[in-house]
């Protein structure tokens, strides 16, 4: 069984460093890819970039997915995973700290799984990762391997 990934699609180095420790600190020892903007998110997922070549068959179980990106935000990042037979069906959490009800409605229409507002505290932050980290890589059930297509 492959290692399960996690890509952490942030742009704030502080979130960033924060979503990091929150998940160390429960014991979510998973590899944790980090892309800091929307198109390096986009390059990691289809291979092409600086991720050109890298082994395909490594789908993350889990993107963790800020809306407010620079390059190609969010929203678009969603819009592409889930316009794209290869990565369709992979789990995203958006986890953001826009509470805008556009923002929330655009992510569900687009196909998010779920949507997080970052909470403000860091033992709230950190209970919210134990959480997200419990169902998302233990409980949750992903399709099995090459029938994601």
């Given amino acids: 069984m492959k290692e399960k990934t996690i890509l952490l699609v942030e742009d704030d180095p502080d979130d960033e460093a924060l979503t990091l420790r929150a998940l160390r600190k429960n014991n979510i020892a998973n590899q944790v890819i980090v892309a800091r903007d929307g198109a390096e998110a986009l390059d990691y ?6 991720y050109a070549g890298r082994d395909t068959s490594v789908v993350p179980q889990v993107v963790l997915l ?13 819009r592409r995973l889930r316009a794209d037979e290869r990565t369709r069906l992979i789990p995203v959490v958006i986890l953001t700290s826009s509470k805008e009800d556009q923002d929330i409605i655009n992510g569900y229409s687009l196909g998010a799984n779920s949507y997080i507002c970052k909470p403000v505290e860091f033992e709230q932050f ?8 419990l ?3 233990v409980l949750n059930m ?3 391997e090459g029938k994601r297509s």
């Avoid at 800020?66 to 969603?78: A, S, T, Y």
């Avoid at 950190?126 to 980290?133: I, T």
Wanted: glycine residues 10%; without cysteine.
């Fill in 45 to 50: 997922l289809f291979a092409s970039g600086a």
């Fill in 135 to 137: 169902y998302w890589l």
């Fill in 142 to 144: 992903p399709p099995p």
């Fill in 66 to 78: 800020d809306l407010k990106l620079p390059k190609v935000d969010g929203l678009e990042v969603l």
């Fill in 126 to 133: 950190r209970e919210a990762a134990r959480q997200l980290g």
